[in-house]
Structure formats: C-alpha cells, structure tokens
C-alpha cells in the first residue's frame, strides 16, 4: 500500500524556535492535510492542501504541496509551549481507487518555556 | 453545534466478548471513517464508508465489522475474533466532492478500548 515518510520522529525545541517537519512519499497525492493531536484526543485539522505548489498559512503555521506531488511540509514559527502535540500528515490520491487518507507516522514536539 | 461524537469515551471488555463502538456525525458528510491508534503509532485504517449501506475494508479489517445503516451514523463492532483489541479508536467523517476529490477530514474525540 502507499507509504508516507515523515520527520523527524520528535523534537524537543525551545520556546520561540521555529519548527519544520515533513512528509514524503514514493507515490503521487492529490491531497495533503496536516493534523495536530493532543494526548487522549482525536487529530485536529491544522491545514489542508490541494495544489502541488500550493502553499497556506493558519496563524503560525504554514504549509506547502510539494511541486513534485510526493512532498509536503510544515513550519511552525516562533513555537509557544501550546504547540506540544504529535503531528501528523495525510495524503490521499482517489485515483488510485483508494478512497481513504494515509497517515504518516507523526512528528512528536516538545517545547521547553 | 456540529461535530462528531464518540461514546464511551473509555470501554472495559473481557477477553472473547465483542464490543460496539459508537460514532455520530451531525455534518451531513458523506463519508465516515474508523481508524486505530496504538501507542506511539500513527493512525490504520480499519474501514470506511463513502455512502449508505456501503462500506470497504481498509488496511486493517481483519476482526471487524461495520455498518452504514444511515448516513450520520458507522458503528465498529471489535469482535472477539481481533487478535489484539487493545486500542485508541478514532472515527473520522468528511465530504467528497462530486468530483471525487475529499473535502477535508474531522475527527471524534475516540473511544479508548482495554479487553482484559
């Protein structure tokens, strides 16, 4: 099945620091969403991304679409320690007749006030 | 006020017994999904459902069974049959475009399960 490379694993960063994290893949999507999920609590939609190229913001966050269709990352600037939360890309391509995200296996962020 | 719900939000089961899990959806979305989380681990998918009475197995089904009776509504039944229950379940719903193309994902708050 489609595969999704996500890094880092984890980062453990200062208050104030920007954050960059990313995803890539070895097929093509069509789709790219970015999630933050608290301990204990479902993923929340951070941004969502449909254009390769594309490139969005929300707040602090910005994210763009890989030219290339098996890329995207996010940055997070000047991290505050509400940003703690595993984070988690997905990407879907319905051309492939599957209808359903795929999830990388997240980034953890640790942020020191 | 919209949004998905998942109940419990914490289930007790013994070993060899199966275990309903609930998930409602107020959006009108199309599609709804169930997904498993273990610890430190990212999400699988487990099955999903693009419209009423159809559904498709995802990359996990192996020990579930779902159904798509009405649209705001997919409960995941965990049967005894699931080698290892244990887990955090998470529902998702979202729109499909005509298109094609999904709309954006939202999740529940999940249900964490423990069989003993």
């Known amino acids: 099945g489609q595969q999704l490379n996500q890094s880092p694993q984890s980062m453990f960063i200062q208050e104030g620091e920007d954050v960059s994290m990313n995803c890539t893949s070895s097929?093509?999507?069509?789709?790219w969403l970015w999630y933050k999920q608290d301990p204990g609590e479902g993923p929340v939609l951070l941004i969502a991304?449909?254009?390769?190229?594309e490139l969005t913001s929300n707040g602090r966050l910005t994210a763009q679409f890989g030219i290339t269709r098996k890329d995207s990352f996010l940055n997070i600037s000047a991290s505050i320690p509400s940003d703690v939360g595993i984070y988690f890309c997905?990407?879907?391509?319905?051309?492939?007749?599957?209808?359903?995200?795929?999830f990388g296996s997240g980034t953890r962020l640790q942020v020191q006030p | 006020d919209g949004g998905i719900t998942q109940s419990p939000k914490y289930l007790f089961r013994k070993e060899g017994q199966n275990v309903t899990l609930s998930c409602e959806q107020n959006?009108?979305?199309?599609?709804m999904y169930w997904y498993r989380q273990d610890p430190g681990q990212g999400l699988r998918l487990i099955y999903y459902?693009?419209?009423?009475?159809?559904?498709q197995k995802g990359d996990i089904a192996e020990g579930y069974s779902v159904s798509r009776e009405k649209k705001e509504s997919f409960p995941l039944t965990v049967t005894s049959a699931q080698k290892n229950p244990t887990a955090f379940y998470l529902c998702?719903?979202?729109?499909?475009?005509?298109?094609?193309?999904?709309?954006?994902?939202?999740f529940g708050p999940g249900t964490r399960l423990t069989v003993t």
């Open positions: 998702a719903s979202s729109i499909v475009w005509t298109s094609g193309r999904l709309r954006e994902q939202y």
């Open positions: 097929s093509i999507f069509n789709t």
């Open positions: 991304l449909y254009k390769a190229g």
């Open positions: 997905a990407g879907l391509n319905m051309d492939t007749g599957r209808r359903a995200l795929t």
């Open positions: 959006l009108n979305h199309d599609a």
């Open positions: 459902s693009q419209i009423v009475n159809d559904f």
